[in-house]
């Protein structure tokens, strides 16, 4: 020790805080379980301190796995031997559209959200080398589930998730053990009369018909009309619409888009397909419709009763991204209804 330190000190102050220090231990020590036990009164959850009650970490992990040539990025939290819920996001949109859900059902759940080829920080080859179409956005993710090992899931649908999903449903059934349809459309009857520019482009695709859609990537269209419709604005964070509209602005991005709405057709074309694949199968299966939705109106979601029976349905006074404004509702209907039908070994 430094002399002129030890000098000012003194050891006797050293060897009396060394005994206060001490009994200041015993003391804490003797405290600790009334510390222990006030934690236990509260029923302070295990995923308060980040983890689950099995120790695994409820933080949100932000991973790449590869598919053939597709880079697939994924966000993935929650407990790995829990059931397991699949999110498939929509247009125009990526897996950042479930950080609020994420973080809601990742106590109970390993929840899983990649984001689809063309969209958000997914790498996919580019066009002429890779076909933007809803049957190659579903051949990746079928491969991406084999890749991660998903025996079982269940499947959160929207938008353009539904189409990729139920792709992925009617090729093995047997893995999917529920389906939560969030304006996840199956039905004509679903479609409201706001397609006029897409369906004129399905039936002839020129270069003008194409053009014509380009409408639906602007800024404007994105922010009020995918995002504000129908919806109280002072609920609706910017933070959704501000990223969606940059990853539009993204080189080659429009064009991938465009590809993929002349591909929309096929899914219109296959809507008989996924209803047969409900009646054969009858999967748990929900829906939550934001009812003020533009695109995909309320007779969409009754209709699954017509194939489903046992189908739950529910409406939401919010629009077409209702987990923006209403992730707290979903959350406890999700959590509700697969407590009820999942087997806790999915």
Not at 101 to 121: C, E, H, K, M, T
Not at 178 to 206: F, H, K, M, V
Not at 286 to 307: E, H, Q, T
Request: aromatic letters at 10%.
């Amino acid at each position: 020790m430094n002399e002129r330190l030890t000098t000012s000190i003194g050891l006797p102050n050293i060897a009396r805080r060394v005994t206060l220090l001490t009994a200041g231990l015993a003391a804490f020590g003797a405290l600790a379980p009334s510390f222990v036990n006030a934690r236990e009164a509260h029923h302070v959850p295990a995923s308060d301190s980040g983890l689950s009650a099995a120790g695994i970490s409820n933080k949100t992990q932000y991973r790449i796995q590869k598919v053939g040539e597709v880079e697939v990025y994924y966000r993935e939290a929650g407990p790995r031997d829990a059931p397991v819920i699949l999110l498939l996001h929509g247009f125009p949109t990526a897996s950042h559209m479930f950080r609020d859900l994420i973080l809601r059902l990742s106590s109970q759940y390993r929840v899983i959200a990649p984001d689809l080829p063309g969209f958000g920080n997914t790498k996919a080859p580019p066009r002429g080398e890779f076909d933007y179409t809803f049957d190659n956005l579903a051949n990746v993710i079928e491969g991406f589930t084999d890749a991660l090992g998903l025996n079982q899931y269940a499947i959160y649908a929207f938008d353009y998730g539904a189409p990729t999903g139920f792709r992925l449903a009617m090729a093995n059934p047997e893995r999917v053990t529920a389906i939560i349809s969030q304006n996840g459309n199956a039905y004509l009857e679903g479609l409201s009369d706001t397609w006029g520019d897409w369906q004129t482009y399905w039936r002839a695709p020129t270069a003008a018909n194409r053009e014509a859609c380009r409408g639906s990537l602007s800024a404007a269209t994105i922010k009020n009309f995918q995002y504000l419709h129908g919806v109280d604005a002072s609920l609706m964070s910017p933070d959704g619409y501000t990223l969606d509209i940059a990853y539009m602005e993204r080189a080659g991005a429009e064009d991938i888009q465009l590809d993929l709405i002349l591909d929309y057709r096929s899914n219109v074309a296959l809507y008989p397909a996924f209803q047969k694949y409900f009646r054969e199968h009858r999967p748990p299966l929900m829906a939550v419709w934001g009812k003020n939705d533009p695109s995909f109106i309320p007779p969409g979601a009754l209709a699954y009763k017509r194939d489903i029976p046992d189908a739950e349905v529910h409406f939401l006074d919010t629009g077409h991204f209702a987990l923006e404004t209403h992730s707290p509702e979903i959350a406890a209907l999700m959590t509700e209804f697969l407590t009820r039908k999942l087997p806790r070994n999915a």
